[in-house]
């Protein structure tokens, strides 16, 4: 195992607006193991960043307890971090977001961490409207403690050793969709192409949004019965055409025949433009969305690209109405209001 | 009527004719013909339509990049699976060992040095390229411009330097030599001249039961090793050591022995090798020359004097003429000599000089100027007859596409000097071999010598380093004289001289994992360390005193892991993979991208970083299960071999490339190989 990587980098490594390369956005060398989903899905969220012209330091990962939570220690060195207990992350998230609505979030959780301890969590950060970008790097398994089915393992997959999963998966997407999530996005770690464009959109995007990323475990979900494997999902797939992010105040330059592309227009001005393969398909219409997703669940294929958006939602601190300015700038005279105004508040409830 | 564009007749059959174009006039020639073997003006023309369309391909195929940098991208077609079963593909991966001319295995050694094992990376070297004590103080390192940090970091591996760690740390060498058959083979090889090439020619047969005789003028053995190569660069003791090593394998000596007919010699011999240099230094023929001989010296033989110890003092003003390493050892000479005021003028602007870089710099290091763009006019003598100055002309220089051109600029300046040095090229001299014999030359009065063979246009007879095409270096003679001796092996045993022994090559896995990785993968990241330099005062004072004192073992080591490894050859197999990107995400160079196929021209464009060196090749695999290729560029790969490291199915494998050039000392290990 690799316990260093060369500082050395490519002479001709592009920069972006920043002068910072995509090395600059890297993290610690990964001790997943070699060839896991999840160390595509942190080269994903480099790249975005990247792209982005994202400040590290104005960024803060959370996470909870499994292979995806550990994750974050995989890319962007500089920002901030906090690592919670199993399932408790939406709740830091939550808390931190009402503080400081300044940083971006990026929680990054697993299917352990989020359908199974954690999902009473998970589902109100989502009923919340938590301003966050929730990563969920779906294996199916219960990776570090030695291959276990976890609650998204589809019913005819079987473990590595030959059992029989009973019991049928929960739908992150659907049940977010369903708990009003705004931005929910089902793609595949070894699909860099898509997967990238999602994730900066979910970065624009104000609001909760949910990124449920199939990302095969190598290690013991990864043979032929199972069905997150890199060959079952690359089988199976059915990406819902190219999807595309366009920065504010750039051409969109992918070219789509007329009323085959659908263009959502994000919080920031910068658009997401889908090409359409299904021409009764609009990712703003909820009841649509959850049609499709069953539909392809019946058909036995793993539907990904963006389900939903409502680019029109309050986020939490909006909703609550919070002051502009991050409650953790407040001073003493913004806080507390004086005697004067107490006496006057005083005087309205006598 | 018939449409006879580009057709033509010729004996009644038409013939298809197509203009090049101007860019590969130079290359193909005016135009392309090729016969469509018909007389029916009607059944030639779909076969000239053929014939057209392939030539236009072979224009396509052709055409030059942009870049002009002379290289060919390989056409319209999709990039093919590249083929690493033929060992020339990884062999230039490495470069520094592909760009020099014995192909010593450079990286290997350099691990020995890491590892301490003075003794077995001196003999790698030894047996590649003869002379590592020599090389490793004289050498013309083609292998450092060429060496891979100089493009991901700053400067190469002062690889050079290294290979004198070998010589100068290592033990009693003796017991790993090859041995010497106490019976013989019957066969008697004549070896003219003891330089590099011939001595080469020497240590390479000797072992396989050759009797050899070497003739030399001089009364010791080296060639220009001994006679142009100063002591304070390269010491006696060091040349004596490498130079005698092969004389005591085995070899006669007759040294005092200037052949002055190859007539007479010829016939005492199965095959001869000329491997007598370049020995004869260029005069300059300017009024004033013939009036003052006395004080104008050529500079080869000025310095052959000086080796002798015939000469040892010279005047206090000195001119040196020429921009070459000849001119930088009669200045340095000069200066150690007693001269205090030595001027080097060379014609040409400093830029343009032939001189090594380092070479030019310790002359300058030593306090003498450089005065470019000064053109000899006249010698310039006193009233007695005696020199006293030169005259120049300052010259400009001018490029116009690229070449360059003199100019002229009317202003003369004069240098008061004593003595004058002329180092202003080297020319073959072959006044005693007769041209009745059987040897062609050419309109330089170069013997005709095959490329390859090393033969010339006498069955028996083979030239060898300086002898064969013109001043080169000691590498080259060296290189010669493996391919002479595999010639003349050849040549004895009655084999085609053209079916030669390929290189041997292996591909190794190596092992890999935290604290047991095969080979060190953490490089170093410091910048290339400094020679130490003995004190200058000192030297300039001491005409033996070398003036380099080569690394000590602590910077030895430090310098060592610098290097990259570049023969640890990261092989990938495409049915192994998987497509999970990992090797993508972990390579700290960007190197590898999985794409869809495309030509090369296109492939080059969209990596994750543009492929834009294109004297380095991309790696392309097979199609894999998405209908992706992967493709690597070979340009910028530290070799740290974190792609298989981070590989969950083997499908990246790191191999050491064990490339050993064809020589004889081979010989018998290839038999070995066959029989087993």
């Known amino acids: 195992m690799s316990y260093f990587k060369p500082i050395n980098k490519h002479p001709n490594l592009e920069k972006n607006k920043l002068g910072l390369t995509r090395r600059d956005y890297e993290g610690g060398v990964s001790t997943l193991c070699a060839g896991c989903g999840h160390d595509s899905i942190s080269a994903c969220i480099i790249e975005a960043c990247f792209r982005l012209n994202i400040e590290a330091y104005k960024v803060a990962k959370l996470s909870g307890i499994g292979c995806s939570s550990k994750a974050p220690a995989y890319f962007l060195n500089a920002s901030h971090g906090f690592n919670s207990v199993h399932g408790r992350m939406p709740s830091i998230a939550t808390g931190a977001n009402c503080a400081n609505e300044d940083l971006l979030y990026l929680g990054v959780s697993g299917d352990g961490d989020s359908a199974s301890i954690g999902i009473g969590q998970f589902i109100h950060a989502i009923r919340r409207q938590v301003n966050m970008v929730y990563f969920v790097e779906n294996n199916g398994t219960y990776g570090l403690t030695k291959g276990q089915f976890s609650a998204t393992n589809d019913l005819e997959s079987k473990n590595k050793y030959g059992e029989d999963n009973l019991f049928p998966p929960i739908d992150l997407t659907s049940m977010a969709i369903q708990m009003g999530a705004s931005y929910v996005a089902r793609s595949f770690s070894g699909d860099r192409d898509q997967l990238v464009p999602l994730i900066m959109g979910a970065i624009q995007h104000k609001g909760f949004a949910l990124l449920d990323i199939i990302s095969p475990c190598v290690t013991f979900n990864n043979h032929d019965s199972s069905t997150k494997s890199y060959d079952y999902i690359r089988n199976h797939n059915e990406a819902m055409g190219k999807t595309d992010f366009v920065p504010l105040g750039e051409e969109i330059k992918t070219n789509y025949d007329d009323g085959s592309s659908v263009e959502v227009k994000l919080h920031d001005g910068s658009r997401l433009s889908l090409e359409k393969t299904d021409h009764n398909f609009d990712p703003t219409d909820a009841g649509k969305s959850l049609e499709l997703i069953r539909e392809k669940n019946k058909e036995g294929k793993i539907i990904t690209g963006l389900l939903y958006v409502d680019n029109k939602c309050k986020p939490l601190t909006e909703i609550m109405d919070l002051p502009d300015k991050p409650l953790n700038t407040l001073e003493q005279d913004e806080l507390c209001p004086g005697s004067e105004i107490l006496e006057e508040i005083n005087k309205g409830l006598s | ?612 060196n294109l004297d380095q090749d991309l790696y392309v695999s097979g199609k894999l299960a998405t209908g992706r290729v992967m493709i690597k560029d070979e340009d910028m790969c530290v070799h740290c071999g974190l792609c298989a490291e981070r590989c969950p199915t083997g499908a990246w494998d790191i191999q050491k490339n064990n490339y050993i050039e064809a020589h004889n000392l081979n010989k018998g290990r290839v038999k070995a190989k066959e029989v087993a």
């Open chain 2, 1 to 612: 009527m018939s449409d006879k564009k580009y057709l033509f007749k010729r004996n009644n059959v038409w013939w298809v004719k197509l203009a090049v174009p101007l860019s590969l006039r130079s290359e193909l020639g005016y135009d392309l013909r090729r016969t469509t073997g018909e007389k029916d003006l009607d059944k030639a023309i779909p076969i000239r339509d053929k014939i057209i369309e392939e030539f236009k391909t072979e224009f396509q195929i052709r055409k030059v990049n942009a870049d002009d940098k002379g290289i060919v991208l390989r056409g319209t077609e999709h990039m093919q699976k590249t083929d690493i079963s033929d060992p020339q593909y990884f062999h230039k991966v490495v470069d520094c060992q592909y760009a020099c001319p014995a192909h010593t295995n450079v990286p290997e050694y350099i691990r020995l040095i890491a590892q301490k094992k003075y003794d077995d990376a001196y003999m790698l070297n030894w047996e590649s390229n003869v002379f590592p004590g020599i090389l490793g103080r004289t050498c013309d390192r083609p292998c450092e411009p060429a060496c891979r940090r100089g493009r991901t970091h700053d400067k190469p591996v002062a690889i050079c330097r290294l290979k004198r760690v070998t010589y100068d740390y290592k033990n009693d060498i003796d017991p790993y030599l090859p041995d010497i058959p106490k019976v013989k083979n019957g066969k008697k090889i004549g070896l003219i001249g003891a330089g590099p090439a011939s001595l080469t020619v020497a240590r390479d047969l000797l072992p396989l039961g050759y009797e050899v005789t070497i003739f030399e003028k001089d009364n010791k053995p080296g060639g220009l090793m001994r006679t142009n190569i100063p002591s304070f660069r390269l010491p006696a003791e060091v040349l004596d050591e490498e130079v005698y090593r092969i004389i005591k394998m085995g070899a006669e000596l007759k040294t005092n022995s200037y052949i002055d007919s190859l007539e007479k010699v010829i016939d005492s011999f199965d095959a001869v090798f000329v491997g007598t240099g370049a020995p004869k230094g260029k005069d300059l023929e300017i009024p004033g020359r013939k009036e003052a001989s006395e004080n104008i010296h050529i500079g080869i033989d000025w310095l052959t004097s000086i080796a002798f110890e015939h000469t040892k003092s010279i005047g206090k003003k000195v001119i040196v003429i020429g921009g070459g390493n000849t001119a930088m050892d009669c200045c340095r000479t000069a200066i150690r000599l007693g001269a205090d005021d030595v001027k080097v003028t060379v014609r040409s602007p400093k830029s343009d000089m032939k001189a090594s870089d380092w070479e030019l710099e310790e002359a300058i290091d030593e306090g003498i100027p450089i005065l470019d763009n000064t053109s000899p006019k006249e010698f310039l003598l006193d009233d007695e007859g005696k020199l006293k100055g030169m005259k120049f002309e300052k010259m400009e220089a001018q490029y116009t596409d690229g070449k360059r051109k003199l100019i002229p600029t009317g202003e003369e300046i004069i240098i008061e000097c004593d003595d004058v040095l002329l180092a202003i090229g080297q020319d073959n001299a072959f006044p005693w071999i007769e041209k009745n014999i059987g040897i062609d030359f050419n309109e330089w009065d170069c013997p005709v010598v095959d490329k390859t063979t090393m033969q010339s246009s006498h069955p028996k007879v083979f030239f060898g380093g300086d002898a064969a095409w013109g001043p080169e270096n000691i590498i080259w003679a060296v290189a010669h004289g493996h391919q002479a001796a595999i010639s003349i092996d050849n040549f004895c045993s009655e084999v085609d001289l053209f079916d030669r022994p390929p290189p041997l090559t292996n591909l190794v896995s190596q092992k890999m994992g935290i604290h047991e990785w095969s080979y060190d993968n953490d490089v170093s990241q410091e910048a290339r360390l400094e020679v130490p330099h003995a004190d200058l005062k000192q030297a300039l004072n001491d005409l033996k005193m070398e003036v380099e004192l080569g690394f000590d073992e602590k910077l030895a080591l430090d310098e060592a892991q610098r290097c990259l490894n570049c023969d640890m050859q990261t092989v990938f197999q495409e049915k192994l993979c998987i497509e999970c990107d990992a090797c993508v995400d972990i390579c700290p160079t960007d190197c590898i991208t999985f794409t869809t196929n495309d030509t090369e021209e296109k492939v080059r464009e969209k990596l994750r970083v543009p492929a834009l």
